[in-house]
């Protein structure tokens, strides 16, 4: 394990190792108990039990408190991060409908697929909130408003990039970033929804699995 030295005074980074090649200590056998000189004619004192100090090595017993259980294993590729089943929406669905799935769920994005489950498009929450500004029409919509008979077609974006199932994970970080999107839609080969990956998926991932790497 490594560490760095912070303080007063030091002008650089100074990194250290602990070394598990510690003293080991031997095997050791105790003399017998001394026995208390008494008055003529009292009864000798029993004699203890002679006990023993099992070997022990004293660099493994400290590297195994430094040792995390480990209950997770390395996350690598799209498949292990990845929320599935998805909930998704058809192009038909009413924008009435789409606002009560994201108000109840608390969702930020929602793919849109056909009716063979092929992916078609993305629905966020902000292009939601820009029809409710553009129309000058706070919600929630009731049923009997014209939004309970307006499909969400007009507010999807229909390009959306995916990754596949053994996509590594680093690369959808890469891509997310530089292409500035909050979710990655997983896909077969055949383009059916399989999964999706959202930037907390990622960040979950981070603080769940140690250690974290860091490059400049």
Excluded: C
């Excluded at 760095?4 to 598990?20: E, H, K, W, Y």
């Excluded at 000798?44 to 294993?73: F, H």
């Excluded at 530089?178 to 979950?204: F, H, K, N, W, Y």
């Amino acid at each position: 394990m490594a560490f760095t030295v912070f303080g007063a005074g030091i002008r650089d980074n100074v990194p250290f190792t602990i070394s598990s090649n510690l003293e080991t200590i031997e095997e050791t056998f105790p003399t017998h108990a001394i026995q208390p000189v008494g008055a003529r004619g009292d009864e000798e004192q029993p004699e203890k039990e002679p006990t023993r100090l099992v070997q022990k090595n004293a660099g493994k017993a400290y590297s195994a408190t430094l040792e995390l259980p480990k209950e997770r294993g390395p996350a690598l590729h799209a498949y292990q991060i990845m929320t599935a089943p998805v909930v998704t929406l058809f192009q038909e669905t009413t924008i009435t409908q789409a606002w009560k799935l994201f108000r109840e769920r608390r969702f930020r994005h929602v793919p849109i697929i056909t009716r063979d489950r092929k992916i078609f498009g993305i629905l966020s929450d902000r292009d939601l909130l820009r029809y409710a500004a553009i129309s000058g029409k706070i919600p929630p919509y009731g049923d009997n408003t014209p939004e309970a008979k307006t499909d969400i077609s007009g507010l999807i974006k229909t390009r959306v990039i995916t990754a596949s199932q053994d996509t590594e994970i680093r690369q959808i970080a890469r891509i997310m970033f530089e292409q500035r999107v909050g979710v990655m839609p997983i896909v077969t080969d055949a383009g059916l929804i399989d999964g999706i990956i959202t930037r907390s998926d990622i960040l979950r991932t981070l603080v769940n699995h140690a250690p974290l790497e860091l490059w400049v």
